[in-house]
């Protein structure tokens, strides 16, 4: 059974550090990636990763976000320095077992997390 569990989420101030974890089972993904999803909001994406391990941010995250996968612990990572209010959001990782490539399509994965709720307080 495919399971994807994220962790990390929480409170944190406006100008601080964000560190989420992503672990998951049941599969072996060739890409995967972080999306977010303010209340009354789509859900964007915000960092991938694609089969060569190749980063992807869109743009209100880039140059504050780092996205990182390690695959002998089966985790995946998002670092994102300095945060706004606008990132808060509930954070979801999802994974394809098939995609060489990452996209910033939510349908385009097969596999969610239940998400970690992040909140930003200036």
């Known amino acids: 059974q495919v399971h994807l569990e994220e962790s990390g989420g929480g409170s944190v101030q406006a100008g601080g550090s964000l560190n989420l974890s992503c672990t998951y089972s049941?599969?072996?993904?060739?890409?995967m990636a972080w999306f977010r999803q303010a209340p009354g909001k789509q859900r964007e994406g915000v960092a991938c990763m694609d089969t060569l391990d190749r980063p992807f941010y869109t743009d209100p995250v880039k140059g504050r976000a780092t996205i990182s996968r390690d695959r002998a612990k089966n985790r995946l990572y998002l670092q994102m320095n300095p945060l706004k209010p606008e990132d808060a959001a509930t954070y979801y990782c999802?994974?394809?077992?098939?995609?060489?490539?990452?996209?910033?399509?939510?349908?385009?994965?097969?596999?969610w997390g239940q998400g970690t709720q992040v909140t930003v307080s200036s």
């Open positions: 999802a994974g394809d077992p098939d995609g060489i490539f990452c996209y910033f399509r939510p349908g385009y994965y097969p596999n």
């Open positions: 049941g599969e072996t993904f060739k890409s």
